[in-house]
Nanobody, 116 residues
């Protein structure tokens, strides 16, 4: 069973950047689609980026143009580059599979706080 561990979160000022990493315990090359999710206190978890095994990516309007998702199958790692961060981006960020049949248990996530 594949497990995911998120890292790279922290405190950053508005307009700043962060790069999150997602290390998988097993091979991810066979996973069709993976993604990053985030959840702020009192709010529902939302999907903010997806990437397929073919390299196709997708983003909601809230982060489009600011976030970039990527994956390195050789390292069994996925990344989320976040630029032009806003206070509303503050949340706990999680990584997981998106494709049906590949979703694993949720990890502890990594906290991103955008504040001046």
């Amino acid at each position: 069973q594949v497990q995911f561990v998120e890292s790279g979160g922290g405190l950053v000022q508005p307009g700043g950047s962060l790069r999150l990493s997602c290390a998988a315990s097993g091979r991810i090359s066979s996973i069709y689609a993976m993604g990053w999710y985030r959840q702020a206190p009192g709010k529902q978890r939302e999907l903010v980026a997806t990437i397929t095994s073919g390299g196709n990516t997708g983003y909601p309007d809230s982060v489009k143009g600011r976030f970039t998702i990527s994956r390195d199958n050789a390292k069994n790692t996925m990344y989320l580059q976040m630029n032009s961060l806003k206070p509303e981006d503050t949340a706990v960020y999680y990584c997981n599979a998106v494709s049906i049949g590949d979703i694993a248990s949720w990890g502890k996530g990594t906290l991103v706080t955008v504040s001046s």
